[in-house]
């Protein structure tokens, strides 16, 4: 007999608001835990949100996200997490690409944001693909390539791959509203439309898109 698949689920757990920034808005990576320990650790991935004027360490100059583990509350348990920030007014160029002219590299004019929101449809971009390395390589001993220390993971290892025929500073093929002219590849809940990355296909070896 073949082996039986089997397929993830997720589904959104309970929500946490820290409207009155309890650590400040200049966060360290230990402080990241500190929030990402306040939601379920049991059959989770518990997700930090920053808004445009909180800073974290490294946000910017070498990255727009993470996904990492953590020690848990009960003895030998861990949890794993991820943290995105909204780079609208810190980095778009590097952040919110394709919806915000690049820092680097060549200059087309940006697309137009599918959810009119260049800050938040970046952080969905760096949340799908962040979501897709927890899901392969939640504890940094799954599926990745290259060193441990800085592994190409399913969405990395794609990196500005949205469509078919994508190319340095070409997004690739896209769907494009007809209303208001946004660039998206991906259909959610009520009508809602998003541009997810590109994922490895180690079947193939190549980037697989959504469109």
Known sequence: MGKKLSF???SLGAQILDENYSLGKSLTNNQLVQLASKGAQKDAINVVLTAADVA???????????HDSALGSRKGSKFTYIWVGNSETQCPGQCAWPFHQPIYGPQNPPLVAPNNDVGLDGMVINLAGLLAGTATNPFGNGYYQGPKEAPLEAASACPGIYGKGAYPGYAGDLLVDSTTGASYNANGVNGRKYLLPALFDPATNTCSTLV
């Open 56 to 66: 974290v360490q490294g946000f910017c100059s070498s990255r727009c996200g993470t």
């Open 8 to 10: 993830l689920s997720l």
